[in-house]
């Protein structure tokens, strides 16, 4: 089993297998746990350097982006449309605020969702659907 860290996330005992609210938030290995799953802020490693799982042959696709984008873009909106009404700011100064934070809120939530569905998609052995033939 596992043990509560300090974040009060399950996290796996002696290296195995991480919850996976864990595996996504700190990027680990969905097999081993280690912290392997990343190589830059939301690329995957090509496999796991300690267990050899190969990250490869999962297929997160472009849902996270497409869903991200529209989430993100309506929280990013409201919070400049409440800020513009209630501080109403200098356009240089509503761009110097969102724009960083739209860039740091869109790495955040890719790598969360991208490593989240990652390990979801490990955990059930998810695979693409087939159709039996019928004899």
Not at 26 to 51: E, N, S
Not at 68 to 81: C, F, Q, R, S, Y
């Amino acid at each position: 089993m596992g043990r509560a860290g300090r974040s009060g996330l399950m996290e796996a005992d002696g290296g195995g297998a991480p919850t996976p609210a864990a595996a996504a938030i700190k990027g680990l290995c969905p097999r081993c746990g280690a912290r392997t799953l990343f190589t830059g802020p939301v690329a995957f490693a090509q496999r796991c350097r300690v267990c050899g799982l190969d990250f490869q042959s999962f297929n997160v696709g472009d849902g996270p982006a497409a869903l991200l984008t529209l989430v993100l873009g309506a929280i990013i909106v409201a919070g400049a449309a409440v800020l513009q009404v209630s501080a109403d700011p200098p356009f240089w100064l509503q761009l110097v605020i969102w724009i960083p934070v739209t860039a740091i809120a869109v790495v955040f939530a890719l790598r969360l969702a991208k490593a989240a569905l990652l390990v979801l998609e490990y955990r059930n052995a998810a695979r693409e659907g087939r159709i039996k033939d019928q004899p």
